[in-house]
């Protein structure tokens, strides 16, 4: 039964039951076959709309639960994935996920508010943005996970978040005042810390607040930004750019001809509103959007009409600004699709190196590997090494001994270790004898003589 066929057969029962559309009902049975109606509605505009990209999605949905199982199995995560509530709606069900989106519209249809075309035109874009919004941000966090995978597969561990599970949410986040990462991971060649989206907006209190972070609104955001150190919080509102310059760009592109779309870029250029003019434009808002709830016509006002700068750039030049205003050592654009050459040639001669045609192949993904690796910044890796009482005693004799003060204890353990391999035959034979002499193994006196946390 086609979505126009379930709304003729819900009007008449609106007729019989509810003639002034209150959506009130005494009666339970009632009530649950009226929303049973409406949801049936929901479901079939939105498989009547979407139809074949719908499947499209849910192959999608099979591939980016894989990677994350393959993840977690490469970097040995141990708590469940925390997507943010819009993702995680659409990954449990996405056909019931796009119907939420036509709630409003649908009453507003049986309250004779919305014209049948009205309705079908509001309805049908809202479907479809959702659903391109939802797979342009499973495109992208595929890729990160694809990245982290492929990391974790050459050794690297998570460290952050500590409790080692896959974040893909802000929720709560903003609160922090600080622009904090998805993941940081430890390499054999040092830190990399990852940040999705960003900059992003932080909590503030008056004008004076608003305006300092006013740019964390209007800023362009790469999808991914990736820095070569353990970085906790990219916020720097000092700087040109409010966070800290990234050392990586990663832009995702999941349409097969993104490089045809055009965007118009206003933020950048947007006035610096006051939190007086910030709170009178949220609550106008909210007395129409009741109003319009309820049914009551808002008393008209003359508003004056504001010419705003806005400019009109295709996706690949929107890209082209993202280089030119962040400057990271190297800049990634990962196409799912083939980019023609003359647009791939364009890109590359503007510092943008493409891996195009990726499809959902992690492993083609592998260059970029190397190109994080090779951005990590060379810094000294500090680790603790927690001895017991005993041990520190010894190191303290051998520091008196070799001339070496116990503050470098850096150096000391540096000569112990290169003496050592320097006479490993010595050494594996006096292991031998104490752990014969004492009854225990080699790893029971190696732990013992090294207690290393």
């Known amino acids: 039964m086609s979505w126009l066929d379930i709304f003729n057969k819900l009007s008449t029962f609106l007729n019989k039951y509810d003639p002034q559309r209150t959506f009130s009902f005494t009666n339970r049975n009632i009530e649950m076959k009226f929303y049973s109606m409406l949801d049936r509605m929901k479901l079939s505009f939105v ?104 990391l974790g597969e050459r050794g690297a561990r998570m460290i952050y978040p500590e409790t080692k599970f896959l974040l893909l949410t802000r929720s709560q986040q903003q609160k922090l005042a600080i622009i904090p990462p998805n993941a940081i991971l430890a390499t054999e060649r040092g830190y990399l810390s990852f940040f999705l989206e960003i900059p992003r907006p932080i909590a503030w ?42 050392d990586v760009i990663i832009e995702c592109k999941e349409l097969e001809d993104w490089y045809k779309r055009r965007r118009d870029i206003r933020g950048p250029f947007a006035e610096i509103m006051s939190v007086e003019k910030w709170r009178t434009a949220w609550i106008r808002g909210l007395h129409e959007g009741l109003s319009e709830a309820v049914g009551l016509i808002m008393k008209s006002t003359k508003k004056k009409k504001k010419r705003h700068k806005v400019i009109y750039l295709s996706d ?20 799912r699709t083939r980019i023609p050459r003359e647009i791939k040639d364009n890109l590359e001669e503007n510092n943008i190196e493409v891996l195009d045609n990726i499809m959902f192949n ?75 002499s004492h009854k225990d193994s080699a790893e029971e006196v190696l732990q013992k003589t090294f207690l290393v946390s």
């Open 47 to 150: 498989r009547e709309k979407l139809g074949h990209e719908i499947q499209v999605a849910e192959n999608w949905v099979r591939i980016f639960r894989r990677a994350v199982v393959e993840l977690y199995k490469a970097l040995g995560l141990e708590h469940r994935p925390l997507y943010s509530r819009e993702f995680a709606s659409f990954l449990e069900d996405i056909e019931h996920h796009l119907s939420k989106k036509l709630v409003f519209y649908a009453f507003d249809l049986l309250r004779n508010r919305l014209s049948l075309e009205e309705f079908m035109q509001k309805a049908g874009a809202a479907v479809t943005t959702s659903l391109k919004t939802n797979m342009r941000t499973l495109y992208q966090n595929w890729v990160f996970v694809s990245i982290m995978r492929l």
């Open 316 to 335: 690949h030049e929107i890209v082209q600004l993202y280089q030119k205003i962040y400057k990271p050592k190297i800049f990634y654009l990962v196409s």
């Open 362 to 436: 992690h492993k083609k993904l592998e260059p970029l590997i190397e190109g994080l690796l090779n951005a990590i910044r060379k810094t000294h890796t500090k680790m603790s090494i927690a001895i017991d009482e005993d041990t520190y005693r010894l190191l303290k004799a051998l520091s008196r001994n070799i001339g070496i003060p116990l503050t470098n204890i850096d150096n000391i353990i540096t000569i112990l270790a290169q003496f050592a391999l320097e006479h490993i035959n010595e050494l594996r034979e006096t292991i031998r004898t104490k752990a014969n």
């Open 205 to 246: 209190g008056d004008s004076r607040d608003l305006s300092r972070v006013w740019k964390l609104y209007t800023s362009l955001r790469p999808d991914i930004c990736v820095y070569g150190e353990k970085l906790l919080n990219a916020l720097d509102l000092s700087g040109e750019i409010v966070i800290k310059r990234p």
